[in-house]
């Protein structure tokens, strides 16, 4: 295809590694649907290397392999660790077109493949007594022309009825080298999950509705990101697996189909050095923000089930979501002439420690007072 730009790892992920020295990565001319770039994103090379594969998966020759490989990945590990950005930043950077479908228990497979709805004017209710002459005769002529609508449907047979709207995994299918990031797989009821493996089989898929058949274009991934590993568990590596409300344990044959990236949150220096280039704030701050987290994410994953508990477990976490946003409202309070001390309690409290139990606001401040002991 035209205008695809070959690029080196380097250049498009910023990873300067001699294992990816031979690895090509397609770059596609951006669409309306291509997310925006994260700048500064981290990538790690064993995550980014599986991406590779995973996307190598539809763009190797025909016959390479004998065998059919999967091109569904499911990205799964705690909250705000950065999964979804992951597939966002993916994209970004690659050009592909990314449709989002955000996953919960009342999605049913209408809402993933598509539905039939009525395209006609329909009327607001009429306008109350207390209206305006100017919008009681904007509801008058909108009337008119629904009478005059229906009136040409009756006599000529043309005018609104009922039009099929695809859902996200019909959208996805038709469009060439775009990923379709099913967010939150493992809240999906197994049921309505495992209406999608002939999706992730990458088999044509027949529409019953419309009698349509579909063939998914070129060049399609698939990515899933989830809590747990789909059975149940957090994996052994951040929290209970009981803390993500609603995830429910998946048929063995979905989670078949994917490959695997297990992840956590970045490193204590790889966060330091992201809060210094995304949030402003110097060294010293971030340093200190850094090591409380990870503070207190020992403790957090120190409650997962696989492990047992060791030490006083919390049933919250500092996510590199939180994280950003604690220096973030520091640095905005800061700037309005907060003292920097007590900017970073607040700032900290309004990004996550109101959410907190009393008993744990006083651990999380502790560890944060013998933090800033320690570095003062
Ligand atoms: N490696 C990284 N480099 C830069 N920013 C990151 C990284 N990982 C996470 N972030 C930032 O952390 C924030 C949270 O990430 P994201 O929303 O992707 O988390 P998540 O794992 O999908 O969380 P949840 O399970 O709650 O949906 C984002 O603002 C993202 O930019
Ligand atoms: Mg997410």
Known sequence: MDNIVKKSVADVFGIEDPAFKN????????????PENIKDFVFRSD??????????????????????????????????????????????????????????????????????RLCRPILKEDPSEEAGLIE????????????????????????????????????W??????????DEFDQLPPSVAMSLNAVLDGDDIL???????????????????????????AGGNGGSASLYK????????????????????????EERQLLMKQTRVNEAVSTAMATLASKIRTQFLGINEDAGAAGTPLEFTITTRN???????????????????LALKEALRMTLLDFATPDERKAVEDTWESVVGANA
């Open 23 to 34: 690895t090509v990565v397609k770059v596609f001319p951006a669409t309306p649907d291509t």
């Open 207 to 233: 529409v019953p509705e419309t009698g349509e058949r579909v063939k998914p274009a070129p060049g399609n991934l698939l990515a899933a990101t989830a809590n747990t590993n789909g059975r149940g568990s």
């Open 47 to 116: 995550v980014l290397r599986r991406l590779m594969v995973w996307a190598a998966s539809v763009s190797l020759p025909a016959g390479f392999f004998g065998a059919t490989m999967k091109r569904n990945l499911m990205i799964y590990g705690p909250t705000g660790c950065g999964k979804t950005a992951l597939a966002q930043v993916f994209c970004a950077r690659t050009g592909r077109s990314l449709i989002r479908a955000q996953c919960s228990e009342d999605t049913e497979p209408s809402s993933l493949f598509g539905t039939w």
């Open 136 to 171: 009681k005769g904007v509801a008058g002529i909108a009337r008119a022309i629904e009478k005059l609508a229906i009136a040409v449907k009756k006599t000529t047979g043309v005018g609104p009825e009922m039009t099929w709207v695809d859902g996200p995994v019909l959208r």
């Open 323 to 341: 994280l950003l946003n604690w220096a973030m409202s520091y640095t905005l309070m800061v700037s309005t002439g907060m003292q920097s001390k």
């Open 173 to 182: 299918a038709r469009m060439p080298n775009s990923v379709l990031l099913l």
């Open 246 to 269: 609603g995830a429910k344990r998946q048929n063995v044959a979905t989670m078949d189909r994917f490959f695997v990236i297990h992840t956590s949150y970045l490193s204590e220096a």
